[in-house]
């Protein structure tokens, strides 16, 4: 089973880009960030049509999460838990009905910036939910994931220019001991048990010609449970899709696993 994560930056923008690539990279799942749509307003019918399940979890002009399945999806939930004033539309997870079911979370975690002040506070705050979510699917002792755009540069090696980041909110220490608390639950990074090879970005900004410098940094992740990690075949992304007309910012990321 292939499943994929993309950040694509507005569906009204990315639509055919994104149908182009789902139609190349063929995976069964498809978890979508910054999808910048209400779920009225979300283009169904594109992917319905070539056989996908559609939900959404969006809201008007920012943020917004989605899964796209053409295996069957069970038991959808929206909302990260633990702050019910929370208004922003970054989490949806659901099991994906295969040979073996799957738990698969789609996450859009907050950037933080400017850090200090309250993004940044929000940022931790969502951070320790996350943290509270991992152990709950721990718990169940199932296959499951944690994929997204997590807005963290996770070491050094993650980032073309480390330096550069010293003060943003994705590489400021307290980000990544937050992320590492979370891996050290339990969870594997899919890509790094795949490889440890520097230079491998999921990002690259607009300005400045980051693309053409290669100035870019890994920030979409793929974490899994035990059990889902003892089924991990692979995990790559694909770089090209950056080189394409209209692109996102951000790249496919994906994992294919034993199921």
């Known amino acids: 089973m292939k499943i994929a994560s993309f950040n694509i930056n507005g569906i009204k923008a990315r ?9 190349e990279a063929e995976p069964d799942v498809a978890l979508l960030q910054e999808i910048k749509s209400t779920d ?10 070539i056989g996908y399940n559609v939900e959404t979890h969006g809201q008007k002009g920012f943020n917004g999460v989605a899964i796209l399945s053409k295996l069957p999806l069970e038991d959808v939930r929206r909302q990260l838990p633990g702050d019910p004033a929370d208004e922003q539309a970054r989490w949806i997870e659901a099991t994906v009905i295969g040979k073996k079911a799957l738990r698969v ?7 933080g910036n400017p850090a200090p002040g309250p993004k940044y506070d929000y940022k931790l705050a969502w951070m320790d939910r996350l943290k509270a979510r991992a152990k709950a699917l721990l718990q169940t002792e199932e296959p499951a994931l944690m994929a997204g755009d997590y807005n963290v540069i996770p070491q ?13 909110a994705l590489f400021l220490p307290q980000t990544r001991k937050k992320f590492h608390e ?3 639950l339990g969870y594997t990074d899919a890509l790094r048990a795949i490889t440890q090879e ?24 793929f974490l899994l449970t035990p059990q889902c ?31």
């Open 15 to 23: 639509a055919p880009a994104l149908l182009d690539w789902l139609k």
């Open 40 to 49: 009225e307003n979300f283009p169904r019918s594109l992917f319905e049509d």
């Open 105 to 111: 979370c789609c996450l859009y975690l907050p950037n």
């Open 156 to 168: 050094p090696e993650d980032a073309a220019n480390p330096q550069i980041w010293t003060k943003d």
């Open 182 to 184: 979370i891996l050290n």
């Open 198 to 221: 520097p230079g491998i970005y999921t990002f690259w900004d607009y300005q400045a010609g980051a693309w053409k410098k290669n100035n870019g940094i890994r920030i979409d992740h």
């Open 229 to 259: 990690a003892d089924l991990l075949l692979d995990c790559q992304i694909d770089k090209e899709v950056r080189e394409r007309e209209k692109p996102s910012d951000h790249v496919p990321i994906w994992v294919e696993l034993d199921l």
